[in-house]
């Protein structure tokens, strides 16, 4: 069975950072797009950022400058470095791992990210 496994969530003040991260197992990680979706009550899951097998990465407009998607392909990890936190950051945040135009779509069971004074 696929998993994900989030971590590194946490409650972190106004410009602050943090570190999150998702270790995958069961997967040919490799041949995975992997992303960071958020989603506050009541709203819809937003894309965060993506970052393809090939390594190109794709940003939410809000995120751009602040948030950096990284991955290990020999660790079976994604990351996201999280800078310049602004309260409307706050949300659960969920690891996603798909291959584009199959059925392999994937998802960890998110992690909190509270960004508040």
């Known amino acids: 069975q696929v998993q994900l496994v989030e971590s590194g969530g946490g409650l972190v003040q106004p410009g602050g950072s943090l570190r999150l991260s998702c270790a995958a197992s069961?997967?040919?990680?490799?041949?995975?797009?992997m992303g960071w979706y958020r989603q506050t009550p009541g709203k819809q899951r937003e894309l965060v950022a993506t970052?393809?097998?090939?390594?190109?990465?794709n940003y939410a407009d809000s995120v751009k400058g602040r948030f950096t998607i990284s991955r290990d392909n020999a660790k079976n990890t994604v990351a996201l470095q999280m800078n310049s936190l602004k309260p409307e950051d706050t949300a659960v945040y969920y690891c996603n791992a798909v291959v584009p135009a199959t059925n392999r779509n994937y998802w960890g069971q998110g992690t909190q990210v509270t960004v508040s004074s």
């Open positions: 970052i393809s097998s090939g390594g190109s990465t």
């Open positions: 069961r997967i040919i990680f490799r041949l995975y797009t």
